[in-house]
């Protein structure tokens, strides 16, 4: 073991580098916490980049009464859409009826509450539509005539975790990636825990509290850092979504209700996609390298088959993702019943010792209250400078213009840049874009271009700015410009990315 030792000591130590843990780092270092947050891989690696992408109140959860997490979801919803309008756009949702699916009555209960729950909303309530002969009843089976239509959002996932790190590192936090935690140990009134970077050698460091946001390791870092068994469990469901060409036309998504009971999301992606999600199945495996099976991939076509006019084959499918949700175990029997709230197990030991916070459950649209309660829990032991909340009134980074606005100000900029090159960098990026540019007037400023409209200024950004290492972490989780890359051109960014980390290394 290394006997550096970071002086001072910290406030807060957070392992874990998903929605929740940049979450509860923003929150911290804006009311003046000293906080340092480790990640054993790229931020939202995992879990957090594995959504189906939806900032939503979750309809289906009203069947198992979950009204509490409804109403949370639904008000955090209206917040999180005001604080990031360049990463969260509302959708509009159209659900099919048909006589095998739940009842036209138990649907209309349903989102009467949807409407209602969360208070005063800005999105459009929901209706019983006609679906027949309309641009929104083309893609689907003829006999399918009528269903319902309602409001959500959706999320660029990574980029909610990434602009909350941002903002974190912004106010005085550190964040380390590719650092693995390799133990953890009270000392009293302090945490001393060790780490080991990709590169270099293993170092000590020492906070007031820990916080455990390792999502599917949270309970290895529980058994790591206290002898005492937790009455809480953790229950791993891998989830899984597929990719495939364009199924509709328009800015709608469509919500179907499967042959289990279960519901499947067909929302348009990256202009020329369909994302379709997910499945729920226990998981046991190993958390670092989940895939999706291919009984998942038959079980997501077969579920789109039922209703779409045009039936898709896992041959059409260009990319899948799948990623491991760490609920907390409400003991359900069903895996697609097990709650999604989430459970805060305060931790402080023998009397006078540090407290551990670890964090179960949870769904990424109610991160920012989960943070906010995370430090109600932490903050009567560990003195602070500005105790109130203020998360749900600051926007993101990038998130103090509209869109639209960003657009005009970046082809105002650059006149070579093409609207559709503004519009991706202001979807993205927001207001940040600008920095990017810099003071390129012209394509030729930006530097080498790779395909799919990636430029060599925006990939030093991500690199210099938002702690992208690998090829990965720029092409499939900053960006999802990958999707867009053609074979040559993949492999081409790929050798580039690699000598260029080699020179920097050297």
């Known amino acids: 073991m290394s006997s550096e030792e970071e002086s001072p000591s910290l406030d807060l130590i957070i392992v874990g580098g998903g929605v929740n843990g940049a979450g509860i780092a923003r929150d911290a270092a804006g009311r003046g916490l000293q906080v340092a947050l480790f990640e054993q891989h790229d931020l939202s690696e995992h879990t957090s980049s594995k959504s189906t992408k939806l900032i939503h109140g979750g309809l289906r959860y009203l069947e198992y009464y979950e009204f509490r997490l409804v109403r949370e979801a639904l008000r955090e919803r ?82 909610l975790v990434i602009l909350n790190a941002l903002d974190a590192a912004e106010r005085g936090a550190q964040i380390h990636t590719r650092t693995k935690v390799l133990s953890a140990r009270r000392l009293g009134s302090l945490w001393q825990v060790e780490v080991l970077p990709a590169k270099g050698p293993s170092r000590v460091v020492t906070a007031k509290a820990l916080v455990n946001a390792a ?78 099976s291919a009984e998942e991939t038959s079980y997501l076509c077969d579920g789109i088959n039922r209703y779409f006019e045009r039936q898709i084959t896992p041959q059409d499918v260009v990319w899948s993702y799948a990623g491991v949700r760490p609920l907390y175990d409400d003991k359900a029997d069903n895996v697609s019943a097990v709650t999604r709230d989430y459970i805060l197990e305060l931790d402080t030991g023998e009397a006078g010792q540090a407290p551990m916070l670890s964090i179960y459950g949870g769904k990424i649209t109610t991160y920012r209250r989960l943070a906010e309660h995370a430090l109600q829990k932490l903050l009567p032991n560990i003195p602070v400078r500005n105790p109130g909340c203020w998360t749900a009134h600051v926007p993101l980074p990038g998130g103090d213009m509209k869109r639209d606005a960003v657009v005009q100000r970046l082809l105002k900029q650059c006149p070579d840049l093409m609207s559709e090159t503004a519009e991706r960098l202001a979807a993205a990026y927001g207001t ?17 271009m ?57």
Do not use: C
Not at 114 to 137: E, N
Not at 247 to 273: K, S
Not at 462 to 475: H, N, P, S, Y
């Open 450 to 506: 790779f395909g799919a409209d990636l430029s060599e200024m925006e990939v030093r950004y991500l690199v210099d700015k938002e702690w992208a290492r690998g090829v990965e972490d720029v092409l499939w989780r900053r960006s999802k410009l990958g999707l867009h890359m053609t074979s040559v051109e993949l492999e081409t960014f790929g050798n580039w990315f690699s000598e260029r980390t080699k020179s920097h290394a050297a």
């Open 78 to 159: 209206e917040v999180l859409l005001n604080l990031a309008p360049h990463i969260i756009k509302p959708l509009r949702f159209v659900l099919p009826h048909t006589k095998q699916t739940r009842p036209a009555w138990m649907i209309r209960i349903g989102l009467f509450l949807y409407d209602r729950l969360g208070g005063r909303i800005g999105l459009p309530r929901s209706q019983a539509i006609r679906l027949s002969g309309t641009v929104l009843g083309a893609p689907l089976r003829k006999d399918i005539r009528r269903g319902f239509a309602y409001s959500d959002a959706w999320v660029d996932d990574t980029r």
């Open 432 to 448: 940040r874009a600008f920095g990017i540019l810099g003071d390129a007037r012209s394509y030729d400023d930006l530097g080498r």
């Open 215 to 292: 999502g599917p390791w949270v309970e290895g870092i529980r058994r790591m850092a206290s002898p005492v068994p937790s009455p809480i469990s953790v229950r791993l469901v891998k989830g899984s979504h597929i990719i495939v060409p364009k199924l509709f036309d328009g800015e709608h998504a469509y919500i179907l209700q499967n042959t289990d009971g279960r519901v499947l999301f067909a929302i348009p992606y990256e202009q020329d996609f369909t994302l379709i999600g997910t499945t729920d199945i226990p998981f046991d495996g190993d958390r670092s390298s989940v895939d999706i």
